[in-house]
């Protein structure tokens, strides 16, 4: 009778083992369905591989686009992308943190601007904060994203904001609140993607078409991995400083990733509008922080 206690307790323990195992063995989520759901057009997005990984469809009649069910404040967002193939002139897929609010937004975008075949992709990142954004850069991306999937990651902590493609960091964002430069902190903001058409604008400033005889396009997702404080939820969670994504390995690039960035920025970054001397004669704040 006096075991009795322990004993549950040693099965508590071992049940606890064994659940923070699995998370970390496995990841999470494994499906789709789990984290996400669809906000546009249902009959273009299918499931595949019992839900671990989705087909988005863009055709004449739509594009598609899906969205977490819940929002977090501060974490790491990742998920596994294969773009479309060929000539995807005209076509945006994206992927984006959103708070969902109209006056005073915050927005973390990757948007991923299709080319003719054989040009590169172009990767832009944009950050809003406080309702501000028109922080847009270009990267034109150093392999064919539509060959195989590579991971896509926004990691969000106090210290930074870091838009990465596979290992490599191509955009960070500091908190240089000190110097009065905005930083989103307050919102929990929702993860999206969609996938859909502009070809006014995307390739080459509008100059290339859709081509829609080439249609319906199709890009791929899975890896979908969202680790941060949902909210609702437990109501410390984002102030948290023994969070992993607030941890110190998290709160700078370390000197590989700085490096990686560095040839990044030297090698293909096509747009920055840090320099756009035509749209900001003087630089804005948060672009003589430095990188
Ligand atoms: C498309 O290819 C052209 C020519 O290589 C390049 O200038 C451009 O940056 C590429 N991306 C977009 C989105 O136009
Ligand atoms: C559009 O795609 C079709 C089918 O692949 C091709 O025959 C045609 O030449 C393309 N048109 C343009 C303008 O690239």
Redesign the pocket.
């Known amino acids: 009778m006096a075991l009795y206690p322990s004993l549950r307790s040693l099965i508590a323990s071992l049940c606890f083992c064994f659940v923070a195992f699995s998370l970390s063995a496995f990841g999470r989520p494994a499906t789709f369905l789990q984290d996400f759901q669809v906000t546009w057009s249902d009959s273009h997005i299918r499931q595949i591989d019992g839900g671990r990984a989705i087909q988005l469809i863009l055709d004449q009649n739509s594009g598609c686009g899906f969205a977490s069910k819940r929002k977090y404040l501060f974490g790491r967002v990742s998920m596994k992308i294969k773009l479309i193939p060929g000539d995807s ?1 005209g076509t945006v897929t994206a992927f984006y943190m959103n708070s969902d609010t109209d006056a005073v937004r915050d927005e973390l975008d990757f948007e991923f ?4 075949t054989g ?4 990767v832009q990142t944009n950050i809003y904060a406080h309702g501000k954004g028109n922080r847009e850069q ?1 990267v ?1 991306l150093w392999f064919d994203p539509s060959a195989d999937f590579h991971t896509y990651t926004i990691l969000w902590n106090h210290h930074h904001i870091v838009f990465y493609v596979d290992e490599v960091p191509i955009r960070v964002y500091k908190n240089n609140e000190a110097r009065g430069v905005p930083y989103p902190k307050l919102q929990p903001m929702g993860v999206f993607s969609t996938l859909w058409e502009a070809d006014d604008w ?4 509008g100059l ?1 078409k859709i081509n829609w005889s080439r249609a319906p396009f199709y890009s791929y997702y899975r890896d979908f991995d969202i680790e941060g404080c949902s909210v609702p939820g437990p109501a410390n969670c984002a102030s948290s400083a023994t969070n992993w994504w607030e941890g110190t390995a998290y709160q700078a690039l370390n000197a590989l990733e700085y490096r990686r960035y560095r040839w990044v920025r030297i090698n293909h970054m ?1 747009y920055d509008y840090c320099t756009d001397k035509s749209r900001y004669p003087v630089a804005p704040p948060e672009c003589l922080a430095g990188f």
């Open positions: 002139a601007l299709g080319n003719r040009q590169p992709y172009t270009r034109n995307a390739t080459r400033g290339e096509i």
